[in-house]
């Protein structure tokens, strides 16, 4: 569903990202893990073409998209959910949801709607109330669901349990699993390396803007190389393990 190959970005002289590729399969979640500063945000944002990239080719679902604009890429089928949330805060939360099917008919967009409030009770709930005025955790409810308006081929999940508290950590990845066993094709970016693993099939680990480490999420999640990455320590680049994708 989205291959990535050769992909470098760079923000002036300091390459963030080196050469960088990876595949995604239709249906399933792919996690890109890796300490601070590694590059996985960079990654996602080159993907959206939020920042360009100098090198690399993209495609989505055998569609090369490497030149098109951001707001193209979100008409392909490649849609972000951004660290952070960045949801409108003055903006009610139906308003939010709206936008996010703004290139879509509104007669689909009304059923989305009415998906999204099932799926996602709180926000029928409070579907009037200022976005800024929820929680961490409904706000990042609310990024999905917005996301998910769009209807993509490719959902990038950009860190979606930062800043939350345990308990609504476990309800991001709970919402993360029932997508992905919805058939949601989903590239996550996470500082929770095990939860994100967990819900998983395949792993990459990038450090220093390259991939050092990649393999079925299941073998990862318990080697020891992965700790190290995640936390920062260090990967010798000749353990790259390959696996089926």
């Given at each position: 569903m989205l291959e990535v190959i050769g992909l470098s970005v760079a923000y002036g002289s300091i390459e963030a990202v080196h050469d960088l590729s990876i595949k995604i399969r239709a249906g399933t979640i792919v996690t890109l893990i890796g300490p601070n500063g590694a590059g996985k945000s960079t990654t996602l944002n080159a993907l959206s073409n939020i920042v360009p990239a100098q090198a690399?080719?993209?495609?989505?679902?055998?569609?090369?998209?490497?030149?098109?604009?951001?707001?193209?890429?979100?008409?392909?089928?490649?849609?972000?959910?951004?660290?952070?949330?960045?949801?409108?805060?003055?903006?009610?939360?139906?308003?939010?949801?709206?936008?996010?099917?703004?290139?879509?008919?509104?007669?689909?967009?009304?059923?989305?709607?009415?998906?999204?409030?099932?799926?996602?009770?709180?926000?029928?709930?409070?579907?009037?109330?200022?976005?800024?005025?929820?929680?961490?955790?409904?706000?990042?409810?609310?990024?999905?669901?917005?996301?998910?308006?769009?209807?993509?081929?490719?959902?990038?999940?950009?860190?979606?349990?930062?800043?939350?508290?345990?308990?609504?950590?476990?309800?991001?990845?709970?919402?993360?699993?029932?997508?992905?066993?919805?058939?949601?094709?989903?590239?996550?970016?996470?500082?929770?390396?095990?939860?994100?693993?967990?819900?998983?099939?395949?792993?990459?680990?990038?450090?220093?803007?390259?991939?050092?480490?990649?393999?079925?999420?299941?073998?990862?999640?318990?080697?020891?190389?992965?700790?190290?990455?995640?936390?920062?320590?260090?990967?010798?680049?000749?353990?790259?393990?390959?696996?089926?994708?």
């Amino acid at each position: 569903m989205l291959e990535v190959i050769g992909l470098s970005v760079a923000y002036g002289s300091i390459e963030a990202v080196h050469d960088l590729s990876i595949k995604i399969r239709a249906g399933t979640i792919v996690t890109l893990i890796g300490p601070n500063g590694a590059g996985k945000s960079t990654t996602l944002n080159a993907l959206s073409n939020i920042v360009p990239a100098q090198a690399g080719r993209i495609l989505l679902a055998g569609e090369d998209i490497t030149r098109m604009t951001a707001h193209q890429r979100v008409a392909a089928g490649l849609v972000q959910v951004p660290e952070g949330r960045q949801v409108l805060a003055g903006m009610s939360v139906r308003e939010n949801l709206e936008l996010g099917g703004y290139r879509r008919p509104h007669s689909k967009v009304r059923a989305d709607l009415a998906e999204m409030e099932r799926r996602f009770p709180v926000l029928r709930e409070r579907r009037d109330t200022p976005a800024g005025a929820l929680s961490g955790g409904e706000q990042q409810m609310l990024a999905i669901a917005r996301g998910l308006m769009a209807r993509p081929k490719v959902l990038l999940l950009d860190e979606p349990s930062l800043g939350l508290a345990p308990l609504l950590v476990q309800t991001v990845f709970t919402i993360i699993r029932e997508l992905r066993d919805s058939g949601q094709t989903i590239l996550l970016v996470e500082q929770n390396a095990c939860q994100a693993l967990a819900v998983s099939s395949y792993a990459y680990v990038i450090e220093s803007g390259t991939i050092v480490l990649e393999g079925p999420a299941e073998k990862l999640r318990f080697d020891p190389a992965v700790i190290r990455g995640y936390l920062g320590q260090g990967i010798d680049r000749g353990q790259r393990t390959e696996g089926r994708r």
